[in-house]
């Protein structure tokens, strides 16, 4: 096995390229998706990249290096530890104060830069990177790239005059991970068709219906849930964060008939009572047949987490029937929910949240090996086995001023293959609250119905 090859395969471990169907910025959907940003995390690897770009150039023949942002500059100032090079760093955009500088650092007119990139697609983001640099007096006759797309961006620059010297391609890198097992045959021939330029094929996704979920289900709660969506036509989820008895168990007579779930919040009520508030909210789910979930939200470790949930004022496990947890406190932190479907914390649907893809990988994990767990929460898509609660669903605001963000039930549906939706606002701040009710019922049905 070549050095190429070798670190190659280290750095396909760290996921800078995956395979399947991707939405490009462009728009098009792509059979690959190639990130290198994770590589800056890998302090070795990284070290041993520079040294594999430095060694597709001579050095001698530059007295500058620059990274193209964002993803480059880490790799362009490894090269520029390594080979001594002065690292200038080019801003996107200039800055509206103090010096107002597209370029920064120390360099001199005449000089002749060594431009760094991480991936070359069509070529144009450095035809425009590189009169920005110029303009400052600089030369650039070389661009170093660790992976050519073969898209016409190298062809593109050459013919303008600049030497591009990639350590890969997409072809090469292809050839390795299939002679090591990696990828198939099939997901190559999809690549060739789409550098070929033509449209990539890729097999339909067929969700599962309510009834195959239910064949499936192991868990009490997941059959239960599922067996009110099919019997009553609705997987709308109605959420009741409101603040008094009085207030909860109007909105839980107005909506009941035509939901699977009503979701609390118990601790905002201001006057709850457990005789007067939980004895006649079970009624009514008895009468109307749907769930109680409450989102609490746990996040601790399983001791306490055991003494939220059995104890205090709300005693939510005698009446509960499925509750939101988050995962951060680890698998064992989810052993004390007993009795009751567990709804996981997968990602929120809030502006600015830290559930990041490494957060969404592990917990998803997590949910996936609990027997407690029937479900996560998540703005994104999740494996079959488990099912899919999505939040932040209004049929016409696209965002509050709180940092929530709203998506419509035909999209939750499409694209994260929902099961149930989780509406809010859009039904207990409705002039209506009934009418409002049957309308996201309806849509979120037809939503289904339509993918089926």
Not at 161 to 178: D, P, Q, Y
Not at 247 to 269: S, Y
Request: aromatic residues 8%; hydrophobic residues 40%; charged residues 25%.
């Amino acid at each position: 096995m070549s050095n190429n090859e070798s670190f190659l395969l280290e750095c396909y471990q760290l996921g800078i390229i995956k395979f399947g169907k991707f939405t490009l910025k462009s728009g098009i959907e792509s059979p690959f998706y190639v990130d290198l940003r994770p590589l800056a995390s890998d302090p070795k690897i990284l070290k041993k990249l520079s040294s594999f770009l430095l060694e597709l150039v001579s050095k001698e023949n530059f007295d500058l290096i620059c990274g193209v942002p964002y993803a480059a500059l880490p790799m362009a100032t490894a090269m520029s530890l390594e080979s001594d090079l002065p690292l200038i760093i080019k801003r996107k955009e200039a800055k509206t104060y103090g010096t107002k500088k597209l370029i920064e650092g120390i360099f001199s007119k005449g000089q002749n830069c060594l431009l760094v990139e991480d991936v070359i697609t069509s070529g144009k983001s450095l035809l425009e990177t590189i009169p920005e640099i110029e303009n400052e007096g600089i030369s650039v006759s070389d661009i170093v790239v660790v992976l050519d797309r073969e898209q016409g961006g190298k062809e593109l620059l050459e013919a303008k005059g600049f030497k591009v010297h990639s350590l890969f391609n997409i072809t090469e890198v292809c050839e390795i991970l299939r002679k090591n097992n990696l990828i198939s045959e099939e997901e190559i021939s999809r690549i060739n068709d789409f550098l070929k330029g033509n449209q990539v094929k890729f097999a339909e996704e067929k969700r599962l219906t309510y009834e195959q979920k239910l064949e499936n289900a192991n868990h009490h709660f997941s059959k239960k849930i599922l067996e009110i969506a099919i019997e009553k036509k609705s997987n709308l989820i109605a959420s009741a964060d409101v603040l008094t008895t009085k207030e909860l168990l109007d909105f839980a007579e107005k909506v009941g008939p035509n939901i699977v779930a009503l979701k609390t919040h118990i601790d905002i009520l201001t006057d709850f009572d457990f005789d007067e508030t939980v004895l006649p909210l079970k009624d009514l789910a008895t009468k109307y047949n749907f769930l109680l979930m409450e989102d609490r939200k746990f996040a601790d470790i399983g001791n306490t987490q055991e003494l939220q949930f059995s104890n205090g004022i709300y005693k939510i496990s005698s009446w509960a029937d499925l509750v939101t947890s988050q995962v951060i406190g680890g698998e064992t932190s989810l052993d004390c929910f007993l009795n009751v479907g567990v709804i996981a914390i997968i990602g929120m649907s809030s502006k600015g949240t830290l559930t990041s893809s490494d957060y969404r990988e592990e917990a998803l994990k997590i949910a996936q090996n609990h027997p407690n767990v029937i479900g996560g929460v998540s703005q994104n898509k999740i494996p079959d086995d488990l099912l899919l609660f999505t939040p932040g669903v209004n049929l016409e605001t696209k965002d509050d001023n709180k940092g929530q963000q709203y998506n419509t039930p035909e999209h939750v549906f499409k694209n994260l293959q929902t099961d149930f939706i989780i509406v809010g606002r859009g039904i207990y701040k409705a002039n209506d609250v009934e009418k409002a009710t049957l309308e996201y019922k309806i849509a979120g049905w037809n939503a289904y119905m339509n993918l089926i």
